[in-house]
């Protein structure tokens, strides 16, 4: 159940999204509670009463998506190289120290591209490095 101030919200988005005037948002709650013409002044259930009739003129509360958790580092995927689960160490420690915002598996991801480390790996065996 929603709380009295996420109830007086949702009337202040259902009058945006009818696009009611002034006028024709008090005429609503007026017809929900006799003599009242602010939300402040409804009942909980006066103020549910008032975005039923908004819902029956056609009002639909959206609901933001649930997004995904990020996968922290040290993943259920295996490790093919050595070398990762070091960097994953001092990714953790990095975090942990401030020096990058977000610890995440898929932030580790982005920071480090897949070409980055084949010209590391060429570099090192060829002698430049």
Known sequence: MATRAQLIQLAHVAKRELALD?????AAIDSVATGKTSCSQL???ELEALLESF?????KRRVNPVKKPRLSPASEVPVK???ITKIRAIWITMHQHG???DGSET???GA??????E???VSRRSGCV
Request: aromatic share 12%.
């Open 22 to 26: 002034d006028d024709a948002y008090r």
């Open 43 to 45: 009942l909980d259930r």
């Open 55 to 59: 819902k029956a003129a056609g009002f």
């Open 81 to 83: 190289v050595a070398e």
């Open 99 to 101: 020096f990058v915002r």
């Open 107 to 109: 932030a580790l991801a």
């Open 112 to 117: 480090i591209q897949p070409s980055d480390w």
């Open 119 to 121: 010209t590391s790996r």
